[in-house]
């Protein structure tokens, strides 16, 4: 069955670092890749999506990309600043399934 | 503003009653999503609608109902066959058929409590 990990529950670093978010799946080949950012009690919101034929893609100070061979996928947030503490989700998707997504990472950027 | 409204914020329900979790958006999308979510949890899907009068179910959907008479509407109901019912509900919609190459709109959530 399908299955999706992302890099441990928590992960914290200084205000300016890149944080850097993994996340990995196993059993399926999905052609696209959503990020979603979630605050406590909110629902998500989505940030970037990436095609399988896409290597890299960036918006503002994100950076994600899908490596289909390794079957990962790699979401970077350079000059993190305090706000951008949230829960991060990925969803590797196929064309014509509802998203399934991981279970997330907590990042904390500590000032 | 278009978007997707969850009513209410937090529900209370006694043990042995239904209870239905209200979700509008005006994004006039076609696919409307509900998931439940628990603490250390991902997102898990109850049902799903790509279009009126049609639903399917998601991986979850043992002790939920839903309706979609309206585009707009998707309305979730939580029967007393659910026997662990307390969770985070999201509703979320999207723009033409469900899948991954449509980013979906969620709204903030019910919270549904056992007293």
């Known amino acids: 069955s399908q299955k999706i990990e992302q890099n441990s529950e928590a992960l914290n670093i200084q205000e300016g670092k890149t944080a850097t978010l993994t996340c990995n799946y196993t059993?399926?080949?999905?052609?696209?890749l959503q990020w979603y950012r979630q605050d406590p009690g909110r629902g998500p919101v989505f940030l970037l999506l990436?095609?399988?034929?896409?290597k890299e893609k960036r918006k503002e100070r994100l950076k994600v990309t899908f490596d289909t061979t390794l079957k990962q996928s790699l979401f970077h947030i350079t000059a993190s600043q305090p706000a951008d503490s949230a829960t991060y989700l990925c969803?590797?998707?196929?064309?014509?399934?509802?998203?399934?997504f991981g279970k997330g990472t907590r990042l904390s950027v500590i000032a | 503003d278009g978007g997707i409204t969850q009513s209410p914020k937090y529900l209370f329900r006694k043990e042995g009653q239904n209870v239905t979790l209200s979700c509008e958006q005006n994004?006039?999308?076609?696919?409307m999503y509900w998931y439940r979510q628990d603490p250390g949890q991902g997102l898990r899907l109850i049902y799903y609608?790509?279009?009126?009068?049609?639903?399917q179910k998601g991986d979850i959907a043992e002790g939920y109902s839903v309706s979609r008479e309206k585009k707009e509407s998707f309305p979730l109901t939580v029967t007393s066959a659910q026997k662990n019912p307390t969770a985070f509900y999201l509703c979320?919609?999207?723009?033409?058929?469900?899948?991954?190459?449509?980013?979906?709109?969620f709204g903030d959530g019910t919270r549904l409590s056992i007293l």
């Open positions: 609608s790509q279009i009126v009068n049609d639903f």
């Open positions: 969803a590797p998707t196929s064309g014509n399934t509802p998203l399934v």
């Open positions: 059993n399926y080949s999905p052609a696209y």
């Open positions: 994004l006039n999308h076609d696919a």
């Open positions: 979320a919609s999207s723009r033409g058929q469900p899948g991954g190459n449509q980013p979906q709109h």
């Open positions: 990436i095609r399988e034929n896409e």
